[in-house]
């Protein structure tokens, strides 16, 4: 059964102009690391396709950006390129009590000007 829908799209320009205390307020230790990495294009896409899929998370669970921690979303690509969420600390309580058994899709993608991230979440029970 689908637990909610959430899609969101943001600027690659916007990320130009990110503070090293934005990265750190709202993106996960490890994403804001890889971030510091990149450069050009390539760190425009990767800070827009996270924060758009923090975004498209928090509508699919139907709250606001400051329920939790959005630091506590990892969005992450698994070895087959798959993107995914990983949940920490009050992101994970919350979600955990909205859906016990549920399970987190999420699609990324980006075209110069806009990076989109698409979350549904699945409930198992």
Partial sequence: MIGGIGVDAVSLARTDRLSDAFLRRFYHPDEAAAAKALSGSRRREFLASRF?????????????????????????????????????????AYFDKAHPEG???????????????????????
């Fill in 52 to 92: 758009a899929a923090k975004e498209a998370f928090c509508k699919a669970l139907g709250v606001g950006l400051w329920t939790f921690q959005l630091r506590d979303v990892l969005v992450f690509r698994m070895d087959s390129g798959k993107p995914e969420i990983r949940l920490f600390d009050s992101a994970r």
């Fill in 103 to 125: 399970r987190i899709h999420l699609s990324l993608s980006h075209e110069d000007p806009l990076a989109v991230a698409f979350v549904v979440i699945e409930d198992l029970s």
